[in-house]
């Protein structure tokens, strides 16, 4: 997300010359945090190591950022001031207590707004069972909560039925030229057709706290089995969205906030999964960016490629299935002229096509396993795009993550969609929470100084009580670090005329790299090495007793992953798809039952 246009109209945004190592700035641990914060998340079914979001949020005059925690009890959710220029605490933390999920964060000048989700009181009616979350936003003004609103939950959206949120795994985002906060999030049903069904909602909320029923911008239920959520301002509602389906597609769906609109890519995908595309489980955020002063959007995410396109025979033509092209993950971006409008061509809807990614403009193509991909913008033209990589993967599941050693972050400057040199490489660097376009040009996001790893699935919860800060600038940023010198012109030139080689932005990736043997369940097997960094850890949790089963398509079309753990059912194939909003709602075609973790 991007605040303080006024200060970056200030700056150029002219080509930039490639990234380099002097390019990237640590604040390492300078944000005490006074509750301690569990930095792992395990994903949806596999269980591995996914960053928990931090989301974190500068003011539009740029004087104060707040960055948003779950405490590591997972009972309340801390919101704290942050000096932009030190990464400092400023006071004392807000506390919303009952907070599961720090969902989504706006700073404002005089406070924040939080989306976050909470269990309602007992004996609430009309409640879903289970003490299941619903979500919510508060705002706070100088330090005081001002309104507290509901996004979903008993008396929203009754008609078609109620709904709640186990994970957001969604985000918040405001206007001020709308005067108006929208909100992006998963859901359950639990009254109604849906009833038992995971989808999505938007849901917009104005400047005094009051949830509102827009016509073509708010919305009940849209993508089936949402599993990743890229959500921006716009200066009107509908705001600019994006979703990742499990039926196989990832949709620009901002004028239709379902699964259909501008069909973005094809995916190979399986009940609840489609390669984490925005993250998976904790992910959701920094996915889509506006330029500044620009009505145009950049949007990053990983993907197997596609090939091979069949019908979708239950959403039927032109819906369909792709088989994936490659093993691991690569990094592609798309760019928006504005939010209704793809640049470039749509994927292919050509069912028997053998090529259903030849539109995709790759950022990597190698063999290593991209994740965690994330995008912020410095100015109209140049953007930021971030990733994670195992070298070595083992890929034990269809569309989902991968395991391996991590063997770093890196960092592209990509400008008007085009590659500008070579990304930099960091080993001690990543990117967990909202990367924000600073009041100085910098784009700024959290992390914590852990060694990471992601060899395997989590085994016991880390604790911390510090958070780091990094921040990338490119020439013409008025960002000065102490640590390390800015390369002198002369060097910058050099670096440019040597590095600055525009990538072709349209390489396919591999066909067929190697795959992996092993169609073990690695769950029960594999050793784990999480990373602990504080001497004081909480106790373990056994994770893999938690994982949520899965099911069979009836069709037999998407492969179950074969966890050993997994209890296969039946499923709900056959569920009927809503009438009246311009064409199919999203209705998963299966069944997962709760409690579910699920994004
Ligand atoms: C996904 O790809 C696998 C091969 O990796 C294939 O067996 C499966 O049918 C594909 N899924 C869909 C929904 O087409
Ligand atoms: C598709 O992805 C799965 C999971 O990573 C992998 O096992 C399979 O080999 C991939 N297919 C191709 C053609 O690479
Ligand atoms: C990472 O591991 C190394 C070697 O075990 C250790 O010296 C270092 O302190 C660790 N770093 C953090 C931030 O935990």
Same mark, same amino acid.
């Given at each position: 997300m991007l605040y303080s246009t006024f200060f970056l109209s200030l700056l150029a945004s002219a080509a930039s010359a490639a990234l380099t190592d002097s390019s990237l700035e640590k604040h390492v641990g300078s944000l005490a945090l006074s509750s301690s914060f569990n930095p792992i998340? !395990?994903?949806? +079914?596999?269980?591995?190591?996914?960053?928990?979001?931090?989301?974190?949020?500068?003011?539009?005059?740029?004087?104060?950022?707040?960055? %948003?925690?779950? /405490?590591?009890?997972?009972?309340?959710?801390?919101?704290?001031? $942050? /000096?932009?220029?030190?990464?400092?605490?400023?006071?004392?933390? =807000?506390?919303?207590s009952g907070g599961k999920e720090a969902g989504g964060l706006v700073a404002h000048n005089d406070g924040f707004a939080l989306l976050t989700n909470e269990a309602l009181p007992s004996g609430t009616a009309n409640a879903p069972a289970g003490s299941t979350p619903v979500p919510v936003m508060y705002r706070f003004t100088s330090g005081q909560q001002t309104w507290k609103t509901f996004l979903a939950g008993p008396g929203i959206n009754a008609d078609f039925g109620l709904a709640a949120t186990p994970d957001i795994n969604g985000d918040l985002a405001y206007s001020e030229a709308a005067g108006m906060y929208g909100a992006y999030f998963v859901i359950t049903a639990y009254t109604g057709e849906a009833a038992g069904h995971f989808g999505?909602?938007?849901?917009?909320?104005?400047?005094?706290?009051?949830l509102q029923t827009i016509e073509g911008a708010s919305s009940s239920w849209g993508c089936s089995h949402n599993t990743g959520i890229a959500f921006e301002a716009a200066d009107s509602v509908p705001f600019a969205s994006i979703c990742a389906e499990d039926q196989g597609a990832i949709w620009l769906n901002t004028k239709t906030q379902s699964m259909n609109g501008v069909k973005i890519s094809n995916e190979n995908v399986t009940n609840g999964a489609s390669n984490e595309a925005m993250g998976g489980m904790s992910g959701s955020y920094s996915g889509l960016a506006r330029f500044i002063d620009s009505s145009a959007y950049i949007f990053t995410w990983v993907s197997r490629g596609a090939k091979d396109l069949t019908v979708n025979d239950w959403l039927g033509a032109p819906f369909t299935h792709a088989v994936n092209r490659t093993n691991n993950r690569n990094v592609a971006i798309a760019q928006f002229s504005d939010k209704n409008t793809l640049v470039g061509s749509e994927a292919s809807a050509t069912i028997g096509a053998a090529d259903g990614d030849s539109q995709v403009n790759w950022i990597t193509t190698?063999?290593? !396993?991209?994740?965690?991909?994330?995008? #912020?913008?410095? /100015?109209?033209?140049?953007?930021?795009?971030? +990733?994670?990589?195992?070298?070595?993967?083992?890929? /034990?599941?269809?569309?989902?993550?991968?395991?391996?050693?991590?063997?770093?972050?890196?960092?592209?400057?990509?400008? #008007?969609?085009?590659?500008?040199? *070579?990304?930099?490489? *960091? =080993?001690?660097?990543?990117? %967990?929470?909202?990367?924000?376009?600073?009041? !100085?040009?910098?784009?700024?996001?959290?992390? $914590?100084?852990?060694?990471?790893?992601l060899d395997g699935p989590v085994e016991s919860p880390a604790s911390v009580t510090k958070i780091s800060f990094a921040c990338v600038k490119i020439d013409g940023t008025a960002?000065?670090?102490?640590?390390?010198? %800015?390369?002198?012109? #002369?060097? #910058?030139?050099?670096?440019?005329?040597?590095?600055?080689?525009?990538?072709?932005?349209?390489?396919? @990736?591999? *066909?067929?790299?190697?795959? @992996?043997?092993?169609?073990?369940?690695? $769950?029960?097997?594999?050793?784990?090495?999480?990373?602990?960094?504080?001497?004081?850890? %909480?106790?373990v949790e056994d994770t893999g007793s938690t994982l949520p089963s899965f099911e069979l398509a009836s069709s037999g079309a998407v492969p179950a992953p074969t966890l050993a753990t997994s209890t296969v059912e039946s499923s709900g194939q056959g569920f009927p798809r809503p009438t009246g909003t311009g064409g199919f709602g999203g209705f998963e075609t299966k069944v997962r039952p709760t409690p579910t973790p699920l994004v």
């Amino acid at each position: 997300m991007l605040y303080s246009t006024f200060f970056l109209s200030l700056l150029a945004s002219a080509a930039s010359a490639a990234l380099t190592d002097s390019s990237l700035e640590k604040h390492v641990g300078s944000l005490a945090l006074s509750s301690s914060f569990n930095p792992i998340k !395990d994903a949806y +079914w596999t269980g591995y190591p996914h960053h928990r979001r931090t989301p974190f949020a500068v003011s539009p005059d740029g004087k104060s950022a707040y960055l %948003a925690y779950l /405490d590591a009890s997972e009972t309340g959710v801390h919101v704290q001031q $942050v /000096d932009p220029s030190t990464f400092a605490a400023v006071g004392t933390a =807000t506390t919303v207590s009952g907070g599961k999920e720090a969902g989504g964060l706006v700073a404002h000048n005089d406070g924040f707004a939080l989306l976050t989700n909470e269990a309602l009181p007992s004996g609430t009616a009309n409640a879903p069972a289970g003490s299941t979350p619903v979500p919510v936003m508060y705002r706070f003004t100088s330090g005081q909560q001002t309104w507290k609103t509901f996004l979903a939950g008993p008396g929203i959206n009754a008609d078609f039925g109620l709904a709640a949120t186990p994970d957001i795994n969604g985000d918040l985002a405001y206007s001020e030229a709308a005067g108006m906060y929208g909100a992006y999030f998963v859901i359950t049903a639990y009254t109604g057709e849906a009833a038992g069904h995971f989808g999505d909602s938007i849901q917009y909320v104005n400047k005094e706290g009051k949830l509102q029923t827009i016509e073509g911008a708010s919305s009940s239920w849209g993508c089936s089995h949402n599993t990743g959520i890229a959500f921006e301002a716009a200066d009107s509602v509908p705001f600019a969205s994006i979703c990742a389906e499990d039926q196989g597609a990832i949709w620009l769906n901002t004028k239709t906030q379902s699964m259909n609109g501008v069909k973005i890519s094809n995916e190979n995908v399986t009940n609840g999964a489609s390669n984490e595309a925005m993250g998976g489980m904790s992910g959701s955020y920094s996915g889509l960016a506006r330029f500044i002063d620009s009505s145009a959007y950049i949007f990053t995410w990983v993907s197997r490629g596609a090939k091979d396109l069949t019908v979708n025979d239950w959403l039927g033509a032109p819906f369909t299935h792709a088989v994936n092209r490659t093993n691991n993950r690569n990094v592609a971006i798309a760019q928006f002229s504005d939010k209704n409008t793809l640049v470039g061509s749509e994927a292919s809807a050509t069912i028997g096509a053998a090529d259903g990614d030849s539109q995709v403009n790759w950022i990597t193509t190698g063999t290593a !396993d991209c994740s965690n991909a994330h995008v #912020a913008t410095f /100015d109209k033209t140049n953007a930021l795009v971030t +990733w994670e990589e195992i070298a070595n993967p083992t890929c /034990d599941f269809i569309s989902m993550g991968c395991k391996g050693a991590y063997t770093g972050s890196y960092f592209q400057l990509v400008n #008007a969609g085009v590659k500008v040199g *070579s990304p930099i490489k *960091s =080993t001690d660097t990543y990117v %967990a929470g909202d990367m924000v376009t600073m009041s !100085d040009g910098r784009i700024c996001w959290p992390y $914590v100084d852990m060694n990471w790893t992601l060899d395997g699935p989590v085994e016991s919860p880390a604790s911390v009580t510090k958070i780091s800060f990094a921040c990338v600038k490119i020439d013409g940023t008025a960002a000065t670090t102490s640590t390390s010198a %800015a390369p002198s012109s #002369a060097t #910058a030139d050099a670096i440019s005329s040597s590095v600055v080689k525009p990538v072709s932005s349209t390489v396919q @990736p591999a *066909s067929s790299p190697a795959q @992996p043997t092993t169609t073990d369940s690695p $769950v029960s097997t594999i050793p784990v090495t999480t990373s602990v960094p504080t001497s004081a850890p %909480a106790p373990v949790e056994d994770t893999g007793s938690t994982l949520p089963s899965f099911e069979l398509a009836s069709s037999g079309a998407v492969p179950a992953p074969t966890l050993a753990t997994s209890t296969v059912e039946s499923s709900g194939q056959g569920f009927p798809r809503p009438t009246g909003t311009g064409g199919f709602g999203g209705f998963e075609t299966k069944v997962r039952p709760t409690p579910t973790p699920l994004v």
